[in-house]
C-alpha cells in the first residue's frame, strides 16, 4: 500500500510539473470584457451591455507556417430595445480583438503582438473606454423580429434613418470586467436563433453568389451567440 501510494505521489508530481512547463513555456491569458451601446431616443437615453470572455494563449509553432497562438471566445450581440418595439443588436464578429485595438494603440513595440497585450489586459479592470468608431461592431436590425431574412445593416452615424427622428449613437464603450458572461438575452428576442446554428440567416447552409439576400447570405447565428 505504501509503495502504491509513493508511486502514486511521484506520477503526480511529475504530471503536476509537466503541466507547470507548459504553462511557462506557453503561457495563457483570458478576462471578460463588456460592451455597452448607448443611444439617444425621443423618450431618453437608453443602453445596453453584453459581456464576453475572451482567452488567447500560446501554442507549440510545429510548422513554419503555424501559428504561434491561438484564441477562444464565449459572447452573445448586445441587445437594445428601442422605441416601438424595434431593436438594435451590435454583433460578435472580431470580439477577441476589440479589447487589444482599443486598449493598446499604439501596439507595444516588444514580444508578441497579441499575447503581451492579453497580459497586461486585467490592468484595465474596471475602467471604461471609449471604442473609436473604426473598432465598432457591426450592427443590425430586423425589419420583422421573427423573419430573420428581414436583417438589415445600420448605419453608426445615422442611426435615425432606420430608427426615426431623434434616435442617434451616443457611445460604444469596453470595459475589462470581472461580470459574468451573458447568456440567453439574444435567444430571448430571437426565438428561432438555434435552428440557423447551420445555416446563413437566408436559409443556405453556406455562402453563395446565388443569393437573393447577400446581406443575411453573409450573416450566422454565431455573429449573435459564439454558442450557437
Do not use: C
Amino acid at each position: 500500500m505504501n509503495r502504491s501510494r509513493k508511486v502514486l505521489a511521484v506520477l503526480a508530481a511529475l504530471v503536476a510539473a509537466a503541466y507547470l512547463g507548459w504553462r511557462i513555456t506557453y503561457p495563457g491569458y483570458e478576462w471578460r470584457q463588456k460592451i455597452t451601446v448607448e443611444v439617444d431616443t425621443p423618450d431618453g437615453p437608453v443602453s445596453a451591455s453584453s459581456v464576453a470572455e475572451v482567452a488567447w494563449w500560446a501554442t507549440p509553432k510545429i510548422l513554419p507556417e503555424a501559428s504561434p497562438r491561438d484564441w477562444s471566445v464565449r459572447a452573445e450581440a448586445v441587445v437594445l430595445r428601442l422605441p416601438d418595439g424595434q431593436y438594435l443588436f451590435a454583433l460578435v464578429g472580431s470580439a477577441h480583438l476589440v479589447a487589444r485595438a482599443v486598449l493598446f494603440d499604439p501596439l507595444p513595440k516588444q514580444g508578441d503582438p497579441y499575447l503581451v497585450p492579453a497580459s497586461r489586459m486585467r490592468r484595465f479592470n474596471g475602467e471604461t473606454h471609449d471604442v473609436p468608431p473604426k473598432h465598432y461592431p457591426l450592427l443590425v436590425t430586423f425589419t420583422d423580429i421573427a423573419d430573420p431574412t428581414t436583417v438589415r445593416r445600420v448605419d453608426p452615424g445615422d442611426l435615425a434613418a432606420t430608427f426615426g427622428p431623434g434616435v442617434a449613437l451616443k457611445r460604444i464603450t469596453l470595459e475589462i470586467t470581472d461580470e459574468a458572461v451573458t447568456e440567453g438575452e439574444v435567444e430571448a428576442v430571437l426565438g428561432w436563433l438555434g435552428e440557423y446554428y447551420d445555416k446563413r440567416l437566408d436559409g443556405n447552409r453556406f455562402g453563395t453568389i446565388n443569393t437573393t439576400n447577400r446581406f443575411a447570405n453573409d450573416l450566422s447565428a454565431g455573429r449573435f451567440d459564439t454558442e450557437k
